[in-house]
């Protein structure tokens, strides 16, 4: 006697991570800009999911054009240590155009870089990795609001989630909160 199988369902899409969160921070990520540099600005927040609560293992990668506008960007992120492998981290002294940024128990991040010099509002590009996203997702932290393609095709509400507010009373510090979904959910982008 000859037994028919069953049907057998798809097997769900992988998510990504936690696991990713040990290999792929490196020393000093957060400090774009030398540390101490006189126009070094903060941008800081946290990565919350549907209902609110914090991510407390996400990773932002985080992109911009330098102060004159450029986005050649400097070597100097990831050095290595010649004797054990491991990283150096930064060299120190340069402007690099790239950050990556662990969140911390709470969600928390904190980036520590120079006023981007892009063309138009000044904005920094952040991509988020985390874990129940089956991709990474695009989005960008302007620091200033005014005319912008992007932003001036969004709804007042939903153009909100996309502006990095000034703190009172912390110089040249944002806050930019990022919400994965439900209310408040931040705009993400979408590349092709």
């Known amino acids: 006697m000859t ?24 020393p000093e990520g957060e400090q774009v800009a030398p540390k101490g540099h006189p126009d070094q600005i903060a941008l800081h927040g946290y990565v919350l999911d549907g209902q609110g609560e914090p991510v407390p293992d996400a990773i932002l990668e985080f992109w911009q054009a330098g102060p004159d506008g450029s986005l ?3 070597p100097g992120s990831l050095r290595r240590d010649t004797t054990t492998g491991g990283h150096l981290g930064r060299n120190g002294t340069d402007f690099t155009g790239f950050g990556r940024v662990a969140t911390d128990a709470d969600g928390h991040f904190a980036l520590f870089t120079l006023p981007p010099g892009n063309a138009g509002l000044p904005y920094v590009s952040v991509c988020v990795f985390a ?24 709804p007042a509400e939903r153009r909100a989630t996309l502006l990095a507010e000034p703190q009172e009373g912390a110089h040249r510090t944002y806050r930019f909160d990022i919400r994965l979904q439900g209310e408040g959910e931040t705009v993400f982008l979408e590349f092709q």
Do not use: I, Q
């Open 3 to 26: 037994s028919v199988p069953e049907k057998l369902l798809p097997t769900p899409s992988h998510t990504v991570g936690p696991f990713y969160g040990y290999a792929l921070p490196f």
């Open 131 to 154: 874990r129940g996203l089956l991709h990474h997702l695009f989005t960008r932290a302007y620091l200033a609001d005014g005319a912008d393609p992007l932003l001036d095709s969004l």
């Open 72 to 74: 050649a960007g400097a």
